[in-house]
Nanobody, 126 residues
Framework: QLQLVESGGGLVQSGGSLRLSCEAPGFNVDTYVLGWFRQAPGKEREGIACISNTENGYIEYSDSVKGRFTVSRDNAKRKVYLQMNRLKPEDTGVYYC??????????????????WGKGTQVTVSG
């Protein structure tokens, strides 16, 4: 059974940075789409970034994080990262990675994703 594990969350001051990691132990995620989502208290889940497989290379960001967040892969480590810079209090929430078993170009539409991690908390203090 494929399981996704996120790590790297924590408490950071406004303007700071964090890097989240996502991996699927025992599974090669290189050939599939990985997405990053977040959910703030009392709000709906939001798709913020996705990365297609290495061959496709397409990456997409939501307007809310474009220019501040960067998604990337390290195929040697079989991990996907979300580098978050210039964090704001409104970035606070639980961050999830998800996998779409597809070689198509990625989209930040949660309905496309079949596998989800349990999430990691990111708190940005103002």
């Amino acid at each position: 059974q494929l399981q996704l594990v996120e790590s790297g969350g924590g408490l950071v001051q406004s303007g700071g940075s964090l890097r989240l990691s996502c991996e699927a132990p025992g599974f090669n995620v290189d050939t599939y789409v990985l997405g990053w989502f977040r959910q703030a208290p009392g709000k709906e889940r939001e798709g913020i970034a996705c990365i297609s497989n290495t061959e496709n290379g397409y990456i997409e960001y939501s307007d809310s994080v474009k220019g501040r967040f960067t998604v990337s892969r390290d195929n040697a480590k079989r991990k996907v990262y979300l580098q978050m810079n210039r964090l704001k209090p409104e970035d606070t929430g639980v961050y999830y990675c998800a996998l779409e078993p597809s070689e198509a170009a990625c989209r930040t539409d949660a309905n496309r994703y079949d596998y989800w991690g349990k999430g990691t908390q990111v708190t940005v203090s103002g």
